[in-house]
């Protein structure tokens, strides 16, 4: 058995413990990180980037069968489903080094490849290695949650975990769950050429602003994807190849291949907790405000603490605790400016609070901003036309902001910047934007949060009126 001590302990080598050791062993101080799977976590193996190359070969598949408005005849796409999973696995290689054991030995970081257990509570222990630490940092993730639903052990059925190791296209793809995961895989497969059903318990998209929400289920639905709602899955039947689900109010589907996209849940089973008198929730371990668990030398983030499940949630955790534990400095994290997007085509993205939620805390001191994509030439041109913005704002600063479109993810990262930063709606107008990008929709929707006060305002027609006539 070998004793290590160190200044800081990362537990998991994904998204949040990367970010913390790179950092705090580039300032300095001792770092030791364990891994008991692959370095990247599930971002990059299992996440973000697979799902996100997916459907790039999506996309390029739809763009083949619907060029022909532009001129140029549109044919029926020859889709290898392999060659297509084939640069998914080229996509993850090409990110990899950026994540890798010799990367982080680089920074002066000791990689152990194990999983790690307390001991004690300042102990943990993986594999031949005993490790006590100033600082602990728990970022394990979260892993597929697989729910009892009778009849699931006996058949074969696929996860984020494993649907990218597929070579075979499915013919007829059911998945359980209409969150993220399951919308943005039922796009990429009815357009990869898979006949797709998603059957989802409540409402698809049910997070997000349901207009918007909208504006992306019917494009998924006119590309050919079947979503059945408020339908939960009772029992699963049937065997490799042939799958049978079957739903509380009575509906029967049946496939080639089963997707759980039901949610996940906190990789805390390993950890041995009660050793070092961490407690946690319903969802994870729990956290305070600077990410501080029930143990005070040891910090939880990212998706097994509970909140917030993104990479750069994870992300912004590790800068949170970087501060605290190198420096020692009050760090407390905050979910208000937090922006999120669902890659779907089209996107749907969000920052702070959605119209609903704007108006259950500000009441009629809400104002709704909207710019519709169909009145911005570029999409015109690029005949990307669905979708909207919606600025929710108070006291003129902008407290959410809803777009659902092309490109929805970019544009939402200026909003990101305004919440982060407190700004008004009048910062967000004096900015120039480039004529014609998509882009211009942010300034636009600005500008029609100000037009009726400076059009339909009488004061300033008179105004107007009486400078006109002494101006020569
Ligand atoms: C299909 C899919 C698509 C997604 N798309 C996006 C997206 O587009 N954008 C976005 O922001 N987020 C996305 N996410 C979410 C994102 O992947 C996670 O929020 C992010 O990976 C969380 O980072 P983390 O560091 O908390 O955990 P992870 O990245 O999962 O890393 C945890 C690591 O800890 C290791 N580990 C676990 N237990 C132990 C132990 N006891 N000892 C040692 N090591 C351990 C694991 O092996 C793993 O490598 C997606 C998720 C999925 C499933
Ligand atoms: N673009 C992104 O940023 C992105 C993409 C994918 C995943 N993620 C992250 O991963 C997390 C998990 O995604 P997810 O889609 O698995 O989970 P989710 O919790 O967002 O959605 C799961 C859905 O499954 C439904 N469901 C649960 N049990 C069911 C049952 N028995 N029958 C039918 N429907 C059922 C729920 O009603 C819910 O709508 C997300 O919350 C997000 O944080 C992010």
């Not at 997916?54 to 549109?74: D, M, T, Y």
């Not at 649907?163 to 993220?180: A, S, Y």
Request: one cysteine or more; a negative charge.
């Amino acid at each position: 058995m070998e004793r290590i001590r160190t200044d800081i302990l990362v537990i998991g080598a994904g998204s949040g413990g990367l970010s913390v050791a790179a950092g705090a062993s580039q300032m300095g101080a001792d770092v030791v990180l364990l891994e008991g799977s692959e370095m990247g976590g599930d971002c990059l193996n299992y996440g973000c980037v697979p799902s996100k190359a997916l459907i790039a070969s999506g996309k390029a598949a739809h763009a083949q069968a619907h060029s022909s408005v532009f001129g140029v005849a549109g044919v029926t796409p020859q889709v290898d489903y392999a060659v297509a999973m084939e640069h998914v696995r080229d996509v993850i290689a090409q990110i990899a080094p950026m994540d890798s054991q010799e990367r982080f030995e680089g920074f002066g970081v000791r990689v152990v490849r194990d999983y790690g257990q307390f001991i004690s509570p300042t102990e943990v222990q993986a594999g031949e290695h005993v490790i006590s630490a100033r600082r602990i940092v728990i970022a394990t993730g979260s892993s597929p949650m697989v729910p009892p639903i009778p009849g699931l052990d006996a058949v074969p059925y696929l996860t984020n975990e494993t649907l990218f190791d597929l070579r075979e296209k499915p013919e007829h793809l059911l998945i359980v769950g209409g969150g993220p995961i399951g919308m943005e895989m039922a796009q990429a497969h009815v357009r990869l050429g898979c006949r797709v059903t998603v059957i989802e318990g409540e409402k698809a998209l049910g997070q997000d602003d349901p207009e918007a929400a909208d504006v992306v289920l019917q494009t998924l639905r006119d590309e050919g994807v079947e979503i059945v709602e408020k339908a939960m899955v009772a029992r699963i039947g049937g065997q490799a190849g042939s799958v049978e689900v079957a739903t509380k109010d009575g509906q029967d589907f049946a496939g080639t291949h089963l997707l759980l996209a039901v949610g996940r849940k906190p990789n805390i089973d390993r950890l041995n907790l009660e050793a070092a008198g961490i407690e946690t929730t319903r969802t994870g371990i729990r956290v305070d405000a600077s990410l501080r668990t029930t143990n005070r030398r040891v910090y939880a983030i990212g998706d097994v603490a509970g909140g917030l499940q993104f990479t750069h949630v994870a992300g912004y955790h590790a800068g949170i605790v970087i501060r605290s534990a190198l420096f020692g400095l009050p760090s407390k994290a905050s979910t208000g400016h937090i922006p999120r997007a669902t890659y779907t085509d089209p996107e749907l993205a969000q920052v702070g609070l959605t119209e609903a939620e704007a108006r259950a805390r500000h009441g009629d001191g809400t104002e709704i901003a909207r710019f519709d994509y169909q009145h911005n030439d570029r999409a015109v041109a690029e005949r990307i036309i669905p979708g909207f913005i919606k600025v929710m704002v108070v006291k003129g600063r902008p407290v959410g902001v809803t777009i659902v479109g092309h490109q929805a993810g970019e544009l939402i990262n200026l909003w990101s910047l305004a919440l982060a930063n407190n700004l008004k709606m009048s910062q967000i107008a004096a900015m120039v934007s480039p004529y014609p990008t998509v882009g211009e929709l942010n300034k636009r929707v600005a500008g029609a949060y100000f037009s009726p006060r400076l059009f339909e305002n009488q004061m300033v027609k008179r105004v107007v009126r009486f400078v006109q006539r002494w101006v020569s």
